[in-house]
């Protein structure tokens, strides 16, 4: 099975329209035009009925007290953990693309709604997690919300686009539904998968 997102290359850095949060002169970040990439694929196993798409930072701080703090950074070396910024799952077998911008155009405070839609059945990313507790911004986060790695982070950030090939028409989840949530619904049901993996940063001096 052959995944390919037409909007960055493999490996390479993602374009800032593509995330939710850009750097400013200040050396800071503001919101950005966080679009949904363009994603297409084909060739998959026989006997698909359905996909999943899910889209992990592999790189988010485990521990998130220096994060976006003016008089220090997070260091490189710190352990990270993942954070999922899209989980889209029973994806109907004919669709074999996500249009740029179909899931997501523009940040949407407090979040965007879960459940069905044309193109599949939308969890919930981990902003839902990071914005908890803050009343400006707390919220159900559905969909896809792109990258905002903290402005003062030493490491570049890599995220990773996968999606399943699977041999049933539905995970049966319902509500709101995580990345672990999927991962494991999906088990016993994976015929394949493929990989297209971006990198992204908002600290100039970040480094892989």
């Known amino acids: 099975m052959n995944l390919t997102i037409e909007s960055f290359k493999n490996g390479e850095p993602i374009p800032a329209e593509f995330a939710m949060g850009i750097p400013t002169e200040a050396g800071q970040a503001t919101f950005g035009s966080n679009r949904s990439p ?5 060739d998959e196993p026989p006997g698909t009925k ?3 798409l899910i889209c992990t930072d592999r790189d988010a701080p485990s521990v998130r007290d220096d994060a976006n703090q003016a008089d220090r950074t997070v260091p490189y070396d710190l352990p990270r953990a993942d954070f999922y910024h899209w989980v889209l799952v029973d994806i109907p077998a ?14 949407t ?6 459940g069905a839609t044309p193109y599949g059945t939308r969890g919930i990313n981990s902003y839902t997690s990071w914005f908890a507790g803050n009343p400006d911004m707390e919220g159900d986060y559905g969909g896809y919300d792109g990258p905002f790695p903290p402005w003062n982070d030493e490491r570049v950030h890599h995220y990773h686009f996968v999606l399943y090939a699977l041999d049933t028409d539905s995970l049966g989840l319902q509500g709101a539904f995580d990345g672990g949530d999927a991962l494991l619904a999906m088990k016993g049901h994976v015929l394949a998968s493929s990989e297209w993996v971006g990198t992204y940063a908002i600290y100039a001096k970040a480094r892989k």
Do not use: M, N, R
């Not at 363009?38 to 084909?42: G, R």
């Open 50 to 52: 359905s996909f999943a």
């Open 38 to 42: 363009h994603l297409q694929w084909s």
């Open 109 to 114: 405070i407090k979040g965007k709604s879960v």
């Open 94 to 107: 004919d669709i074999h693309e996500l249009p740029a911008g179909c899931d997501c155009e523009g940040v």
